[in-house]
């Protein structure tokens, strides 16, 4: 069974940092391209950030470019997400997901963990 778990997220102010996990099971981590994606209060997913298997190749939305930086660590089966100079508009919940370009018209492909809430709010 497929496991996604994140771990990091909280309250932070703006311009703050925060640095998001996400441990994985129940497949072969360093065979799959990873990614991150969020979810606003009334608004659809949006594709934050993507990395391949080998950590060749990165994806960023353009919001987060300069201030997100995505990682992986294939030995101990977990995926990261450092952000810094937070925005409110950050503010979501944030999956870790087992593929790239996770999100098609808006609906979901892959293995979607359960999320963890990052609030950035003075």
């Known amino acids: 069974e497929v496991q996604l778990v994140e771990s990091g997220g909280g309250l932070v102010q703006p311009g703050g940092s925060l640095r998001l996990s996400c441990a994985a099971s129940g497949f072969t981590f360093g065979y799959f391209d990873m990614s991150w994606v969020r979810q606003a209060p009334g608004k659809g997913p949006e594709w934050v950030s993507g990395m391949t298997s080998d950590g060749g190749s990165t994806y960023y939305t353009d919001s987060v470019k300069g201030r997100f930086t995505i990682s992986r660590d294939n030995a101990k089966n977990t995926l990261y997400l450092q952000m810094s100079s937070l925005k409110p508009d950050d503010t979501a919940v944030y999956h870790c997901?087992?593929?790239?370009?996770?999100?098609?018209?808006?609906?979901?492909?892959?293995?979607w963990g359960q999320g963890t809430q990052v609030t950035v709010s003075s």
């Open positions: 997901v087992n593929r790239w370009s996770p999100v098609r018209n808006g609906v979901r492909l892959g293995s």
